[in-house]
């Protein structure tokens, strides 16, 4: 057998979770966020069938992102979320027919120096709370009127702004957001949810959606996971077991022999590991699906292998399925176990393995 490893991507459940997406503001218009190669799930066939499902854009966070998308045939308008990095890429903004997002003044800059033939679409990136980029919402109109005048400008800004805690059900610190925002005066479009905005935060739901996460299925409120709002798992990361070994008690299993057997015992050998994206740091007791039967992660994980416990599972063989996370096995709890969020481990998925859209 070839080394077992494969991501299958489910399409039909990416079409279920925009579908739900949709349907928590269902005349907005939803630009699904593709970037970092759709989240680890393969960005081109992720946005094929996003865009077969209905989404009426696309969320990107470089030039190359955009340029693999449109040399794949995609024509849905793009967003570029953070702007072009430097103003050598403004043409190329204009030959992708990308949206922009401005965040600073070097970048009204650009766009002033920029020829006119070039019909940008705009959105200026308001900082209402995050104090990661965008302008101070003081600076807002004076941007709205630079972009006006620059010639490279296409129709009237758009407004947006992201939410830092939108992800706690009860942070004051999204309505503080919220309200910030629409102490503006806006004459054109506006944009603020992310998934978290969309499924939590009614006072988010308008203009420009821009939900990622949930749309690979998983939630992005750490306490609840993703079929408590009808979402359904993308990525299944899967695997085999590819030996079975009767360890005696007091053997130490895998590098620095973090655990031992405390009985005679079976110990599977999983073809997983870092080199595949699968966290290294996912402790001893890590879920992890054998043949549908839940067992624990047992040792460090290492590049190519990890080892579980197979005593709640004694007749697991050499060749028996496994996944390590998506259906039947939700990858936030994994991602508890291992300390880090669902987000994380997807988009970690290395390129070495296998992305089978179904
Ligand atoms: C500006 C912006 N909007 C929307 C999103 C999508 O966020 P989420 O994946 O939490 O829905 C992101 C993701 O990081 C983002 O940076």
């Known amino acids: 057998m070839t080394r077992p490893v494969r991501a299958a991507i489910d399409t039909g459940a990416l079409a279920n979770n925009l579908a739900v997406a949709r349907s928590r503001a269902p005349s907005e218009p939803l630009w699904a966020v593709v970037k970092a190669d759709a989240y680890g799930h393969g960005a ?18 470089s030039v190359e992102e955009a340029r693999a998308l449109r040399e794949a045939g995609i024509r849905v308008p793009l967003l570029l979320l953070e702007g072009f990095f430097e103003a050598a890429e403004v043409p190329a903004c204009a030959e992708l027919g990308l949206a922009v997002v401005i965040h600073a003044p070097w970048q009204l800059e650009a766009l002033e120096a920029a020829p006119g033939e070039q019909a940008l679409t705009t959105w200026i990136k308001v900082d209402t709370g995050m104090h990661r980029i965008g302008f101070h919402p003081d600076e807002v109109a004076a941007a709205r009127e630079r972009l006006r005048a620059a010639p490279a400008v296409a129709g009237e800004p758009g407004l947006m702004t992201h939410l830092a805690r939108a992800d706690e059900r009860t942070a004051s610190a999204t309505t503080d957001q919220l309200a910030a925002f629409d102490g503006l005066e806006h004459p054109g479009p506006v944009s603020i949810a992310n998934s978290a905005g969309l499924l939590g935060w009614p006072g988010a739901r308008r203009g420009m959606l821009r939900p990622g996460i949930m749309l690979y299925g998983v939630s992005p409120f750490p306490e609840e996971v993703a079929a408590d709002h009808g979402l359904e798992p993308v990525m299944t990361l899967h ?14 299993v895998g590098y620095g022999g973090t655990w031992t057997c405390p009985e005679a015992m079976p110990v599977g050998v999983v073809a997983i590991g870092y080199g595949d994206g699968y966290p290294r740091h996912a402790p001893s007791g890590t879920p992890v699906l054998v043949d549908g039967v839940e067992v624990p992660l ?45 987000y994380e481990l997807l988009c970690s998925v290395t390129s070495r393995v296998p992305r089978d859209p179904h």
């Open 44 to 61: 081109v066939d992720a946005a094929r069938a996003l865009v077969a499902a209905g989404a009426d854009g696309l969320c990107v966070a």
């Open 298 to 342: 047992i040792g460090r994980v290492s590049m190519d292998m990890i080892t579980v416990d197979l005593r709640g599972h004694a007749t697991a063989a050499a060749g028996s399925p496994v996944t390590l996370w998506g259906r039947g096995l939700p990858v936030e709890r994994v991602a508890a176990a291992a300390g880090t969020i669902g």
């Open 239 to 252: 695997s085999r077991l590819i030996a079975v070994r009767r360890l005696a008690a007091g053997d130490a």
